[in-house]
């Protein structure tokens, strides 16, 4: 809609004014890494930080959350806990993975709790100029950046941000609560020698163009790398968790001590546990760790493609990061190529 110039300085009383009225998220310290967190002081807030340890998905569908309570007489009360919130500096990459995500929560049986948080919730999002680490494969996944999904967007320019206003919702925000001021030519011409610099700085780690990702996959159901895979892998989970395209959940119900009353709640699983699969009877039918890895790699390149025409995977590295087994989806994708 617009170009806006918004000076550092400004960022922090852009977020204490915020604080009157959102619920403000933001990346922030945690240890040695960064977390998204509630922003409780402008000081918390962490832009120069190169990746989070879980997605902003988080925001949205949350670890674990109530659905419902209910009594034993029958009554039943569904809960959505949601409320004004401002989502500031999501990298593009997991820009594309809440864009998967919104059409998964909204298609076939739409989810009332995902729908209403994103609703509620404001996007300031922000340009990646340097990559996260070694790990990181956003470039050739097509995510290195993005147009849409976002009602701000911001491109660090040195002493101030360029301000790409997308929404109306953006703009109304931004007038209210921020002090910025119109984007001159010289700012534009320095925007685009921001951006012109960066994608040098991010190399293509797939030794092919991801878009023959679905095909490539449709001929490996049978690949010797299903089998090796599951030598290393511990079924431990991590490479979903920390997935920001993973939205597998659990559901269970939790009653008192009285029987009297109780709630639904979901939390997230994963697809890589041993116990996903099970069923009556004793069944399990993906049992074998290899199946369960073939499964992940189908689903982030070509399952989730077929539903929704967006791959799974948008190369923010995290799984490799985060897999004490070394398993890197980068070279599972490079080994099916390579033999096929």
């Given amino acids: 809609m617009s170009l806006r110039i918004l000076?550092?300085?400004a960022v922090a009383p852009l977020i204490n004014a915020l604080r009157a009225d959102y619920r403000?998220?933001?990346p922030k310290a945690k240890g040695s890494a960064f977390a998204f967190g509630p922003i409780t002081d402008p000081a918390q807030l962490r832009l120069d930080y190169d990746t989070t340890i879980l997605p902003p998905k988080k925001v949205f569908q949350p670890p674990e959350e109530r659905l419902v309570t209910f009594t034993m007489q029958g009554q039943v009360e569904p809960v959505v806990d949601a409320e004004p919130t401002v989502l500031f500096g999501v990298h593009t990459c997991d820009l594309h993975a809440i864009a998967l995500l919104d059409k998964a929560f909204s298609q076939?049986?739409?989810d009332a709790h995902y729908l209403e948080r994103r609703k509620q919730t404001t996007i300031v999002s922000l340009e990646c100029l340097e990559p996260c680490d070694e790990h990181s494969f956003c470039?050739?996944?097509?995510t290195l950046t993005a147009d849409e999904g976002y009602?701000?967007?911001?491109?660090?320019l040195g002493p101030a941000y360029a301000v790409d206003v997308a929404t109306e919702k953006g703009e109304q925000l931004l007038a209210r609560y921020g002090t910025t001021s119109e984007a001159t030519d010289a700012d534009v011409r320095r925007?685009?020698?921001?951006l012109g610099a960066k994608w040098p700085r991010f190399t293509y780690r797939l030794n092919f163009d991801a878009a023959e990702l679905p095909a490539l996959l449709s001929t490996a159901y049978d690949h010797p790398l299903w089998d090796e895979l599951a030598e290393r892998c511990l079924a431990c989970g991590s490479c979903t968790n920390v997935c920001p395209t993973c939205y597998c959940f659990n559901v269970y119900d939790e009653v008192n001590m009285a029987l009297t009353e109780g709630e639904r709640r979901r939390r997230w699983d994963s697809c890589q546990l041993d116990q996903f699969a099970s069923v009556a009877a004793g069944e399990n039918f993906r049992e074998a760790r290899s199946a369960r890895q073939r499964h992940r790699f189908m689903r982030k390149g070509k399952?989730?493609?077929e539903k929704f025409g967006e791959l799974?995977?948008?190369?923010?590295g995290r799984c490799v990061r985060t897999c004490v087994a070394e398993i890197s989806i980068v070279d599972g994708f490079n080994a099916i190529h390579r033999a096929a």
């Fill in 139 to 142: 470039k050739s996944m097509g």
């Fill in 151 to 156: 009602d701000l967007h911001l491109t660090d």
């Fill in 191 to 194: 925007l685009n020698e921001v």
């Fill in 303 to 305: 399952y989730l493609y």
């Fill in 108 to 110: 076939d049986y739409a």
């Fill in 7 to 9: 000076d550092k300085g």
């Fill in 312 to 316: 799974g995977c948008v190369g923010c």
């Fill in 24 to 26: 403000v998220v933001g």
